[in-house]
């Protein structure tokens, strides 16, 4: 032990023993206390991962479908005690690892079939040093592929990746010379969401890259953005916006990514459309922005009385669970055109 301990030095003996413990005590869950395999909801994905302008980065609030609540040995996990063996994310740059964040689990909805990946509430051990937050330094880390690797107890059960990319000012005198951005599903996909009242809810994503869209004030970074809905049944007009005779407005933010949504009414202004009101058939919905050049499409049919799944969502279909598209049972997602 003392030619140990001269070689290595104390400082390095403890994280050795840190992490010959870290093994020891790792956590194995039983992944048939479900019946199907875990997951992390689209939409807590495209509204948990964010990244700011000036390269800082968060990846909390998460929720995830079927995380066993119990071991296999059959106890219980303590979501306080077992924190460090429960709930990891693991970011990776392409092949290259970056950093690990732990997660508070004790959050469920659901009778425990959803649970939140929280940020802890308070400081934890991380080889040997105390640590808090989930930011990563893009700034350090630059721009490409990135991706973030879920796992509850020992086992890897999603992955999720995005792009980050960054954009420059040749104004010499701007506050701000360059900017990180995000790209990936936010981009590609659209959503209806059953509320609780019945009502559909269309939305999609949108962010800007503009530096300075107000010229008289640096501080104002938001744009007004206008668009519209169509949708058509095999051809025939089905439903718009909530209001047909006004497009939607709203606030878009720089560098950082919105779900913009309305209602939606069907032809005519009779009523709002529920999900009883997709019957059988082909469907478009054609999104109309007006700060871009062409419009969204996404396509969709209805076979006996339900929407048909994209292949990503429908689990029958998937054939990667650790990248299935979550909707739960209120979420339909749609691909761009």
Same mark, same amino acid.
């Given at each position: ?11 390095? %003996?403890? %994280? ?12 194995? /869950? ?15 994905? &495209? ?30 996990? #303590? ?6 063996? @429960? %709930? ?35 400081? *934890?051990?991380?080889? $040997? ?18 991706? /973030? !690797? ?5 086992? /890897?059960? *999603?992955? @999720? ?14 506050? &701000? ?27 999609? *994503?949108?962010?800007? !890259? ?13 744009? =007004? ?9 095999? $051809?025939?007009? @089905?439903?718009?916006?909530? =209001? ?32 009883? =009101? ?30 048909? %799944?994209?292949? !990503? ?10 990248? /299935?598209?979550?909707?739960?049972? #209120? ?7």
């Amino acid at each position: 032990m003392k030619n140990i301990k001269k070689t290595l030095g104390i400082t390095a %003996l403890a %994280l050795l023993c840190t992490m010959g413990t870290a093994q020891e005590k790792a956590l194995d /869950l039983d992944f048939t206390t479900f019946n199907l395999t875990p997951a992390v909801t689209m939409s807590s994905l &495209l509204n948990g991962t964010k990244t700011y302008p000036k390269g800082s980065s968060q990846f909390e609030s998460y929720t995830a479908s079927f995380i066993p609540n119990k071991k296999k040995d059959g106890s219980m996990v #303590n979501t306080i005690t077992e924190q460090a063996e @429960f %709930l990891k994310i693991k970011v990776y740059k392409g092949t290259e690892f970056i950093d690990y964040f732990e997660y508070d689990g004790g959050q469920t909805f659901d009778d425990s079939k959803l649970r939140k990946f929280d940020a802890p509430s308070s400081q *934890y051990k991380k080889n $040997g040093e105390w640590a808090n937050g989930t930011n990563v330094d893009l700034k350090k880390w630059g721009v490409g592929n990135y991706r /973030l !690797e879920f796992f509850a107890g020992s086992k /890897l059960f *999603y992955n @999720f990746e995005f792009e980050v990319y960054k954009v420059t000012n040749t104004d010499p005198y701007a506050e &701000l010379n360059e900017m990180y951005l995000s790209r990936g599903p936010w981009d590609k996909y659209s959503f209806l969401e059953q509320q609780k009242s019945g009502n559909m809810i269309f939305g999609f *994503y949108l962010q800007h !890259e503009k530096f300075q869209p107000n010229a008289a004030d640096a501080r104002k970074t938001l744009i =007004d953005v206008s668009w519209t809905i169509n949708v058509t049944k095999d $051809g025939k007009p @089905f439903a718009t916006q909530y =209001d047909p005779k006004k497009p939607r407005k709203d606030k878009v933010e720089r560098a950082s990514w919105k779900a913009v949504t309305t209602a939606l009414m069907l032809a005519g202004g009779t009523k709002e459309v529920q999900l009883a =009101d997709f019957t059988d058939g082909a469907y478009k919905m054609e999104v109309k922005v007006d700060v871009e050049a062409k419009p969204r499409i996404y396509n969709f049919k209805v076979a006996n009385g339900k929407i048909v %799944l994209i292949d !990503e969502q429908d689990r029958s279909k998937n054939t990667d669970p650790t990248r /299935l598209v979550e909707g739960w049972n #209120n979420f339909y997602w749609f691909k761009l055109k």
